[in-house]
């Protein structure tokens, strides 16, 4: 049976120990076998702040070797886009990656065979609602705006850390600065905002 894509349903119970970033919670031995072929069982999720409730759609998750090869790169194990997944793996050390639409948790994860544990990543993010209006103390948009999201210290806007095309939106942004563009036909607009975890921000761009 291939490891990759196996989905266990494990129910992991014991004492729960907190990192940065991420809560773990180990079981004792689970007593489902997974010795013998050096599997554990990880059942993942991911919450966009401490104390929310954890997501249940839209999380794009990614296993990944924790070692990397010759060429410097870490090797894919598993994918999935079940939000809170349970997979069975064999014994080391992973990179576990948790992908919404709008950002990006990683965090090392541990697996010993004949174990289950449950692990909790934090986004540690917040939301902005944006909306535009033509000049200051214009009319609202209501045509299709382009926004684009960028990291405050890409100064060159080279790579956007996430970007929509609606006429107005809201982004779920891990905790920092950032600069927002808007773009409706000849019409551009541009805005800062800091992002605080567990904050949402409503944001009016003027476009001019």
Do not use: C
């Amino acid at each position: 049976m291939s490891f990759v894509m196996s989905l266990i349903a494990v129910l992991a119970v014991g004492v729960v120990v907190s990192t940065t970033g991420v809560a773990a919670q180990g079981a004792a031995e689970s007593g489902q076998g997974g010795t013998e072929d050096g599997l554990g069982w990880v059942r993942l999720q991911v919450v966009p702040h401490g104390g929310a409730a954890p997501l249940t759609s839209a999380v794009d998750w990614q296993i990944l070797t924790f070692a990397r090869d010759a060429t410097g790169r870490r090797q894919l194990v598993a994918e999935t886009k079940n939000a809170q997944p349970e997979l069975a793996l064999p014994e080391g050390f992973y990179l576990a990656q948790a992908q919404t639409r709008d950002a990006l948790v990683k965090h090392t994860i541990e697996v010993a065979a004949g174990r289950s544990y449950s692990y909790t990543l934090d986004m540690n993010a917040g939301a902005v609602a944006v909306s535009a209006v033509r000049g200051r103390g214009g009319p609202s948009v209501r045509e299709t705006v382009d926004w684009q999201v960028f990291k405050a210290s890409d100064t060159a806007f080279s790579k956007p850390v996430t970007t929509r095309q609606a006429a107005d939106g809201r982004f779920l942004l891990r905790q920092g600065r950032y600069v927002i563009l808007a773009r409706q036909g000849p019409w551009r607009g541009r805005a800062n905002v800091e992002v605080r975890a567990g904050n949402e921000r409503r944001l009016t761009v003027e476009l001019n």
